[in-house]
């Protein structure tokens, strides 16, 4: 399996970003995907998550209100819509799929976020 991020961007405060990833290899549709992101010194923080049928989505109590997470099983792409970014979410965005929202079995290199103040 294998994860493609892209997306990710130099961007001011209060902009708007669309990341996206696809999956691709031996990819289960019924996968959960999420999106994690990690900050030079900073531990890995999962951003948001959802679960195969869409039905289920979990978020990081910093970005609730601004990201929507959603995907396309038609493509085995997953969506991270943020809005009113601000420079604390500066970091390395990457996604990964699992069994489930809190079991992660597939990672793929990220894309970077930076948003200027």
């Known amino acids: 399996v294998q994860l493609q991020a892209s997306g990710g961007g130099l961007v001011q405060t209060g902009d708007s970003l669309t990341l996206s990833c696809a999956a691709s290899g031996r990819f289960s549709g019924t996968y959960a995907m999420g999106w994690f992101r990690q900050a030079p010194g900073k531990e890995r923080e999962l951003v948001a998550a959802i679960t195969w049928r869409g039905d289920v989505t979990s978020y990081a109590d910093s970005v609730k209100g601004r990201v929507t997470i959603s995907r396309d099983n038609a493509k085995n792409t997953v969506f991270l819509q943020m809005n009113s970014l601000k420079p604390e979410d500066t970091a390395n965005y990457y996604c990964?799929?699992?069994?489930?929202?809190?079991?992660?079995?597939?990672w793929g290199q990220g894309t970077q976020v930076t948003v200027s103040s």
């Open positions: 990964a799929a699992g069994a489930s929202l809190k079991t992660w079995r597939y």
